[in-house]
C-alpha cells in the first residue's frame, strides 16, 4: 500500500546508512521530530462532497485525501501536519476511454472541475485542488495501463496513459524492447504524465526526452476526441503533438500515446571520475557532450553533493581509506563527483570507455571504474524514499 503521506510503499524503508546519520547531525545537530498527524484525524476533517452520485465516482475520505496533494516540500509539510485546505469532492478511477468521455461529460454537465491524475508524484502543485464555488473531480488514470499494440518493425508501442514507469518497461522488456525514460519517479510517475509535464529521465541523453519519443498520442477533451496519429517525421508545421506535451492536464485527458521504443541494449555500464573542483568537471562534462559518445548520462556533483553521495553510498569501511587516498592525490574538500553512463555494444563499450577516460583525465580527472556508478545505479529509484 502507497504511503499517503509520504513516498512509496508502505513496506519499503530505506534506512539512512550510519555514515550519512553521523554526517547530517555533524552539519544539522540533533533532530527533533514533530510530530506526524494521524491519518484518522484527517479523515474526520475531510469536508462533505459537493458531487452529485455517479456510478463511476467515490467520495469516501481516504481516496478523496489520497490524491489531495502532490510530492512536493509544501505538500508534504501539509499532509503531515494535517493541515489540507482544500480536497477533491470525488475521484473515478476509469478504466477505458469511454469512461474517461462520461466523466468529462458528467463534470461539464455539473460545472465541476476535473484534475487528470496520473501518479500524482509532481512536484509542483498541478493537481492539488484550488478552494473555490465548483466542485472538483480528480480522475485517476492508473486503471489504465496496457500495451496495446507493439509494432516491431517500426519499433513503436502503443500505451495505455496511465501505465507507471515499472509497469510498462516489464511490458516491454519482455518482448525484448525498452523506452529507456527513467525519471527518478519512474517507480509511481505515469506515461500520460510525462507526455504532460515533458518529462525527462535519467538516460536521456541517449535515449531522448518524451517529447523525442512521443510520436502520436489520443486525448479526450471537453468538446470531443484528439487524435494526434503517429505521422512520420514531417517539414510541414505546426507539430500538433505539442498540444499534448506540456499540456499539464489543461487540454483534455490523454488516454492513450505510441512511443518510439528501442531493442534491449547490449550493455549498459556506469562509471564515476573525481575531479579536484566543479570547474575541472564542468569542462569535462561539456567535452564528453561535445564529443557525441554513446553517453546515456553525465550527471555532475558539486563538492556538497558529493559528500553526500559519498556518505550515502553505505560503503562504511571503503568511505575512510578511500578519502584519505583521495586527499593524497590532491582531491580534497573541493572533490566533484561526476557518474557517466554508457550504453551500447560490448566491444564498443570499451572504446567508449577509454575516450571517455581520456577526456576525463585531459580536464584533471581521475577514473575510478565503476563502483561510484554502481553504487548510484542501485540505490537510483531507492533516493526518493530518504525523504521520508
Ligand atoms: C522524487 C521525485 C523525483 C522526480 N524526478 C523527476 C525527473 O527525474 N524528471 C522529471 O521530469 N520529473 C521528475 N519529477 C517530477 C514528476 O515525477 C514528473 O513531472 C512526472 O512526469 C509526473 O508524472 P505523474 O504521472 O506523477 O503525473 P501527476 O503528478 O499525476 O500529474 C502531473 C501533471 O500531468 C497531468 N496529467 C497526468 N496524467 C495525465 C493524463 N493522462 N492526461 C492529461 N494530463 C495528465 C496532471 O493533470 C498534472 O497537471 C520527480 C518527482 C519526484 C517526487
Not at 473515478?92 to 462520461?102: D, K, T, W
Amino acid at each position: 500500500m502507497r504511503r499517503w503521506n509520504g513516498w512509496g510503499d508502505e513496506a519499503i524503508e530505506y534506512p539512512l546508512p550510519e555514515p550519512a546519520l553521523h554526517f547530517l547531525q555533524t552539519r544539522l545537530g540533533p533532530a527533533q521530530t514533530p510530530e506526524d498527524a494521524r491519518l484518522s484525524s484527517v479523515l474526520e476533517m475531510a469536508p462533505n462532497s459537493r458531487l452529485p452520485v455517479h456510478g463511476l465516482v467515490t467520495t469516501d475520505a481516504l481516496e478523496r485525501l489520497r490524491h489531495a496533494r502532490g510530492q512536493s516540500l509544501p505538500d508534504w509539510i501539509q499532509l503531515r501536519a494535517g493541515m489540507i485546505d482544500s480536497w477533491p469532492d470525488g475521484v473515478a478511477y476509469p478504466s477505458n476511454r469511454e469512461q474517461v468521455r462520461l466523466l468529462l461529460d458528467f463534470a461539464q454537465e455539473i460545472g465541476a472541475r476535473l484534475i487528470p491524475y496520473g501518479g500524482g508524484t509532481s512536484v509542483v502543485g498541478h493537481i492539488n485542488p484550488l478552494r473555490g464555488q465548483a466542485p472538483v473531480l480528480t480522475v485517476d488514470m492508473s486503471r489504465m495501463n496496457r500495451l496495446l499494440d507493439l509494432d516491431p518493425r517500426s519499433h513503436l508501442a502503443t500505451f495505455e496513459a496511465g501505465v507507471h514507469g515499472p509497469q510498462l518497461e516489464s511490458q516491454l522488456q519482455e518482448r525484448g524492447f525498452t523506452l529507456g525514460h527513467y525519471p527518478q519517479s519512474w517507480e509511481y510517475s505515469t506515461l500520460g504524465g510525462w507526455i504532460a509535464t515533458r518529462s525527462s529521465g535519467q538516460q536521456s541523453l541517449y535515449y531522448g526526452r518524451i517529447e523525442q519519443m512521443l510520436v502520436g498520442a489520443e486525448l479526450e477533451t471537453p468538446s470531443g476526441r484528439l487524435v494526434l496519429p503517429p505521422y512520420p517525421a514531417s517539414a510541414a508545421g505546426p507539430d500538433l503533438r505539442h498540444l499534448a506535451l506540456g499540456s499539464e492536464g489543461r487540454l483534455g485527458l490523454i488516454t492513450q500515446a505510441t512511443l518510439r521504443v528501442r531493442p534491449l541494449p547490449a550493455q549498459e555500464a556506469f562509471l564515476g571520475a573525481f575531479f579536484r573542483d566543479w570547474e575541472g568537471g564542468m569542462e569535462a562534462a561539456r567535452n564528453l557532450a561535445q564529443e557525441k559518445l554513446r553517453l546515456s548520462m553525465v550527471r555532475l556533483s558539486d563538492p556538497e553533493e558529493t559528500e553526500t553521495t559519498l556518505a550515502l553510498s553505505g560503503h562504511t569501511r571503503l568511505l575512510g581509506p578511500l578519502l584519505r587516498a583521495l586527499r593524497l592525490l590532491g582531491y580534497g574538500p573541493q572533490r566533484c563527483l561526476l557518474i557517466y553512463g554508457i550504453t551500447t555494444s560490448p566491444p564498443d563499450v570499451s572504446r567508449v570507455q577509454r575516450r571517455a577516460a581520456e577526456i576525463l583525465r585531459a580536464c584533471g580527472g581521475l577514473p575510478v571504474g565503476s563502483w561510484p556508478g554502481r553504487t548510484w545505479a542501485r540505490s537510483r529509484f531507492k533516493a526518493p524514499y530518504l525523504r521520508n
